[in-house]
């Protein structure tokens, strides 16, 4: 079991950058494949990008390669989402998801491999 907590959303201008922060209150991230999600009003959830278990291994899709990091603190069980220049289209609620994984470097693109996921964060980019 994981409960998942996002936050550091908010209101940015366009141009700004942004840290999402996803941290796991039961379970240590270690532990988990995870990965970040958005969705606007209307839409499917947006794949964004995919963190092992253990860190060293993440996958973004092409489009938004040079905008994001993933990364995970440990030690502060914590997954961060850095997102840079950041424009109107990128206004979204953005979810983080996680899924238990026996190998260390293995990543998932698969929104149905996620079984826990948090209640979101909205992240608005204003013009």
């Known amino acids: 079991q994981a409960h998942l907590v996002e936050s550091g959303g908010g209101v940015v201008p366009v141009g700004a950058s942004l840290r999402l922060s996803c941290t796991s209150s039961?379970?240590?991230?270690?532990?988990?494949?995870m990965a970040w999600y958005r969705q606007t009003p209307g839409k499917a959830l947006g794949f964004m990008g995919t963190?092992?278990?253990?860190?060293?291994?993440?996958y973004i899709p092409p489009p938004l390669r040079g905008r994001l990091t993933l990364s995970k603190d440990v030690a502060k069980n914590t997954m961060g989402l850095q997102m840079d220049s950041l424009q109107p289209e990128d206004t979204a609620v953005y979810y983080c998801?996680?899924?238990?994984?026996?190998?260390?470097?293995?990543?998932?693109?698969?929104?149905?491999?996620?079984?826990?996921w948090g209640q979101g964060t909205q992240v608005t980019v204003s013009s």
């Open positions: 963190i092992s278990r253990d860190g060293l291994n993440t």
């Open positions: 998801a996680a899924a238990e994984s026996g190998a260390l470097d293995f990543l998932s693109v698969r929104e149905s491999d996620y079984e826990y």
């Open positions: 039961d379970r240590a991230i270690e532990y988990f494949v």
